[in-house]
């Protein structure tokens, strides 16, 4: 028994062996046809416009067309299904988000793919930021005298989402958890338009959102920027302090856009991937076309995206289970 066991290892090293060379065969003449860039998101949000201008310029690097699948559905569940049970060729890039990857494992009583065990990290893309925004009729000017409102009428104040278990959801509770306040959770089943009208209204006190969509409504004075959730202050926005500046670390939620490929996928095509796609974030073009849109352009090796992505699980797995969150 011994002896078979130690011929089966040498076969299956010397199949590895005879593999290596192949895969970084098959690495240097990749792609030798059209990509397909899966978003499991509707045409036109954030994600789908990062999607398309990082496969526009990996289109020009490889002269081979970078073509987007859109497929929406289940919070990104059923896009995010389909990417893992792709071929692992290299022939199909996933756009991954926490929705449907670090989050959806703690939130969703069931999910029909394992992100750790199914997808391969091969580059972050970009990375942005959530702002929260309040109502101009609070008294609260800062994050200080919100904590301080919150607190003197407990259960009162109220604050906006675009569902439970999304980003904006997820950020404000982080913030309620640190600033140690409990709000009550309206959500609105929509758009973040919605909850920034109710915002302007004056129906709900606070809503975490991204950057891009809240800065025309802070600078035009139609509501509150009290905090960024960034490690320093943006650009577009230079007057609304950090979480850190505003007395309250650890707020620390991004709105980050990553880029995976089924499990399987070969190693050297996973480092070319990666290697071309650092190459595109690199570019002044694509990074100054992600900071008009409030979007910081990032890259990352596999490795330390794999890191990322662990610490980005645990951290909402901890709050998902402390806040009892759970979807069918």
Do not use: C
């Not at 792709?86 to 029909?112: E, I, N, R």
């Not at 929509?190 to 800065?215: E, Y």
């Not at 035009?220 to 302090?241: E, F, H, N, Y």
């Not at 596999?302 to 901890?318: G, M, Q, R, S, W």
């Amino acid at each position: 028994m011994a002896i078979l066991s130690a011929r089966f290892a040498v076969a299956i090293a010397l199949a590895i062996a005879a593999f290596a060379p192949l895969a970084s065969a098959q690495a240097q003449d990749f792609p030798s046809r059209p990509v397909r860039f899966v978003v499991p998101y509707a045409a036109g949000g954030s994600g789908d416009l990062l999607a398309r201008l990082l496969g526009d310029k990996l289109s020009k690097l490889w002269g081979q067309q970078v073509v987007i699948e859109n497929k929406p559905g289940a919070g990104g569940l059923i896009g995010t299904e389909f990417a893992a049970r792709s071929d692992p060729d290299g022939y199909t890039l996933y756009l991954g988000t926490d929705g449907p990857t670090t989050v959806a494992a703690s939130l969703h009583k069931k999910v029909p793919y394992d992100w750790k065990r199914d997808l391969a990290p091969v580059s972050m893309m970009a990375v942005g930021y959530q702002i929260m925004i309040a109502s101009p009729k609070l008294p609260a000017k800062d994050v200080k005298e919100f904590i301080a409102l919150a607190k003197q009428e407990p259960g009162k104040l109220n604050f906006a989402s675009i569902g439970i278990g999304s980003a904006p959801h997820l950020g404000a509770e982080l913030f309620n958890s640190v600033a140690g306040i409990k709000l009550i959770h309206v959500p609105y089943r929509g758009s973040s338009a919605q909850a920034i009208t109710a915002l302007i209204a004056g129906d709900v006190g606070m809503f975490f959102v991204g950057t891009s969509t809240a800065v025309p409504h802070v600078k035009g004075g139609t509501v509150r920027g009290l905090a960024v959730t960034s490690p320093k202050r943006i650009d577009s926005l230079p007057d609304v302090p950090t979480f850190a500046e505003a007395g309250v670390p650890g707020v620390d939620v991004s709105l980050w856009f990553a880029v995976l490929v089924p499990a399987a996928t070969p190693k050297p095509i996973i480092d070319k991937l990666h290697a071309d796609i650092a190459k595109v974030v690199a570019d002044p073009d694509y990074r100054k076309t992600l900071d008009a849109r409030g979007f910081e352009a990032q890259s990352s090796t596999p490795a330390e995206l794999a890191a990322f992505l662990d610490k980005d699980y645990l951290k909402f797995k901890v709050l998902i289970e402390k806040l009892g969150l759970k979807v069918e």
